[in-house]
Nanobody
Framework: VQLQASGGGLVQAGGSLRLSCAAS????????MGWFRQTPGKEREFVAA????????YYEDSIKGRFTISRTTAGNAVYLQMNSLKPEDTADYYC????????????????WGQGTLVTVSS
């Protein structure tokens, strides 16, 4: 499957952005779609994941209550609504697919989109 992420940009602290990830190809109900982020010199960090079949979600602690992951199976897309953004949320954000179930390690994800840059100014 090919993944195309979009929606990044520059926003002031406290603002909101919605990232989108369009998938071409079949995503099965057992698969998991995730969002990760990365800043220069650091390892890719888990943000959120959603089970494709059930819609069940899983979040990294620092973004709970601020970010919401969702998916539309008909549209073959996954979203990340980001509210109350902080300067420390600045990063390249990546969407990815895992065929091995819910996991917060980037090594469990097989297919990756290109990054979309989110910059939060203070």
């Amino acid at each position: 499957v090919q993944l195309q992420a979009s929606g990044g940009g520059l926003v002031q602290a406290g603002g909101s952005l919605r990232l989108s990830c369009a998938a071409s190809g079949r995503i099965f109900s057992s698969h998991v779609m995730g969002w990760f982020r990365q800043t220069p010199g650091k390892e890719r960090e888990f943000v959120a994941a959603v089970r494709w079949g059930t819609g069940g979600t899983y979040y990294e602690d620092s973004i709970k209550g601020r970010f919401t992951i969702s998916r539309t199976t008909a549209g073959n897309a996954v979203y990340l609504q980001m509210n109350s953004l902080k300067p420390e949320d600045t990063a390249d954000y990546y969407c990815a697919r895992s065929r091995s179930g819910l996991n917060d390690s980037y090594t469990a994800y097989d297919d990756w989109g290109q990054g979309t840059l989110v910059t939060v100014s203070s």
